[in-house]
């Protein structure tokens, strides 16, 4: 379950960490003063998809309403009209979406040159028109000189947003051509009063933990096994560290887990041991894996030693971010070749 996947009628308003940058271009189009292209910029699971979708349909929502979103109004669509209707239904012939296609890993040339025909004939509505172009990074080489191309020619009438989880991979004259609005994480008491007005009281902290407080990642992950997935490995990896399991084993657990997701739990997971190697303290909602690491790493009355595992630990780190953005590159990754290497680091890891 990603982004995508939730139906944005539930979202017709910006999400409560997104007030700036909704007040932004809300400015912007009543004073008729929008630019031809945004950047949408975050991380994954933000809502940065949800938001261009959302303000899409306000922008030509027949009857726009304000309604109050973390104590400020804010104008949204009505969802009643003509126009909500169909962009709801994601059938508006005046808003369109720009993705990857299925079986593909790039945006290719002749999407964007469609996109263009889009962008020179009238508009249906007599409003405005809409592109969205999900995760604007998958350009191939022809398909982003095409875009520039729309960019260097822009239609007063139509707006561009693209949206990118990765916006430095863009090509950088594409990037230059567009408005950037950067989306951030909310703050921990955003996120957690967000989450527990879906979900309930249940798990909420160690789900945004898990995500790194990014909302929607954590409503992914409420939405599958990932607790039972999560203490699976977290219990193989500490097992290989007490010599109780091989790495062929903790390899095992990854495709039912899925890649992506090991290495989030593995990240938040090291933090942890970090923390834990600096300074002693346990953090509240510990997995009962972590015990036997907590003895091998007993912080040390001799700085230097406890330096340098914390030192490791922290390189480690460094290694599967790095095997993440792997992942999720538009090249060709081996997710098990990666994750192969990951764990034999972690095999050879000094703790002690």
């Given at each position: 379950m990603n982004e995508s996947t939730f139906s944005t009628n539930s979202f017709s308003a910006p999400l409560p960490w997104q007030l700036d940058q909704w007040s932004q271009l809300s400015r912007a189009f009543a004073a008729g003063q929008m630019a031809h292209a945004y950047l949408l910029a975050g991380s994954e699971g933000l809502g940065k998809s949800l938001f261009a979708e959302s303000f899409a349909r306000t922008m030509l929502c027949l009857k726009p309403t304000t309604k109050e979103v973390a104590g400020k109004e804010v104008r949204v669509?009505?969802?009643?009209?003509?126009?909500?209707?169909?962009?709801?239904?994601?059938n508006h012939p005046d808003i369109v979406q720009i993705e990857v296609e299925e079986g593909s890993k790039?945006?290719?040339?002749?999407?964007?040159?469609?996109?263009?025909?889009?962008v020179i004939r009238s508009s249906h509505s007599g409003a405005a028109k809409v592109a969205i172009i999900q995760d604007a990074h998958l350009f191939n080489g022809n398909a982003a000189n095409a875009l520039l191309k729309t960019l260097e020619e822009p239609?007063?009438?139509t707006h561009l947003l693209l949206v990118s989880d990765h916006p430095g991979r863009l090509v950088a004259t594409v990037r230059s051509r567009c408005q950037k609005l950067n989306f951030q994480t909310p703050k921990a008491s955003v996120a957690k009063d967000w989450l527990e007005a879906i979900l309930g009281g249940s798990n909420i902290e160690a789900l945004l933990e898990a995500s790194e407080m990014r909302p929607l990642t954590a409503l992914r992950l409420a939405g599958g096994d990932w607790m039972e997935g999560r203490a699976q490995f977290l219990?193989?990896?500490?097992?290989?560290?007490?010599?109780?399991?091989?790495?062929?084993?903790a390899l095992a657990l990854t495709p039912k887990i899925g890649e992506s997701d090991v290495l989030l739990h593995l990240s938040a997971f090291l933090s942890k041991l970090i923390k834990y190697c600096l300074t002693g303290s346990k953090l509240r909602d510990d997995d009962p894996a972590f015990e036997g690491l907590y003895t091998l790493l007993k912080p040390?009355?001799?700085?230097?030693?406890?330096q340098s595992?914390?030192?490791?630990?922290?390189?480690?780190?460094?290694?599967?971010?790095?095997?993440?953005?792997?992942?999720?590159?538009?090249?060709n990754p081996n997710p098990q070749l990666i994750m192969e290497s990951i764990l034999w680091r972690w095999s050879q890891l000094e703790l002690s």
């Amino acid at each position: 379950m990603n982004e995508s996947t939730f139906s944005t009628n539930s979202f017709s308003a910006p999400l409560p960490w997104q007030l700036d940058q909704w007040s932004q271009l809300s400015r912007a189009f009543a004073a008729g003063q929008m630019a031809h292209a945004y950047l949408l910029a975050g991380s994954e699971g933000l809502g940065k998809s949800l938001f261009a979708e959302s303000f899409a349909r306000t922008m030509l929502c027949l009857k726009p309403t304000t309604k109050e979103v973390a104590g400020k109004e804010v104008r949204v669509s009505c969802g009643e009209c003509a126009n909500c209707q169909k962009g709801g239904a994601g059938n508006h012939p005046d808003i369109v979406q720009i993705e990857v296609e299925e079986g593909s890993k790039n945006i290719k040339i002749d999407q964007i040159r469609w996109l263009s025909e889009f962008v020179i004939r009238s508009s249906h509505s007599g409003a405005a028109k809409v592109a969205i172009i999900q995760d604007a990074h998958l350009f191939n080489g022809n398909a982003a000189n095409a875009l520039l191309k729309t960019l260097e020619e822009p239609n007063k009438q139509t707006h561009l947003l693209l949206v990118s989880d990765h916006p430095g991979r863009l090509v950088a004259t594409v990037r230059s051509r567009c408005q950037k609005l950067n989306f951030q994480t909310p703050k921990a008491s955003v996120a957690k009063d967000w989450l527990e007005a879906i979900l309930g009281g249940s798990n909420i902290e160690a789900l945004l933990e898990a995500s790194e407080m990014r909302p929607l990642t954590a409503l992914r992950l409420a939405g599958g096994d990932w607790m039972e997935g999560r203490a699976q490995f977290l219990q193989s990896i500490c097992d290989m560290k007490l010599g109780k399991k091989s790495t062929q084993q903790a390899l095992a657990l990854t495709p039912k887990i899925g890649e992506s997701d090991v290495l989030l739990h593995l990240s938040a997971f090291l933090s942890k041991l970090i923390k834990y190697c600096l300074t002693g303290s346990k953090l509240r909602d510990d997995d009962p894996a972590f015990e036997g690491l907590y003895t091998l790493l007993k912080p040390s009355n001799d700085k230097q030693i406890t330096q340098s595992i914390a030192s490791s630990l922290a390189l480690f780190y460094s290694e599967v971010e790095l095997a993440r953005k792997q992942l999720a590159s538009a090249g060709n990754p081996n997710p098990q070749l990666i994750m192969e290497s990951i764990l034999w680091r972690w095999s050879q890891l000094e703790l002690s």
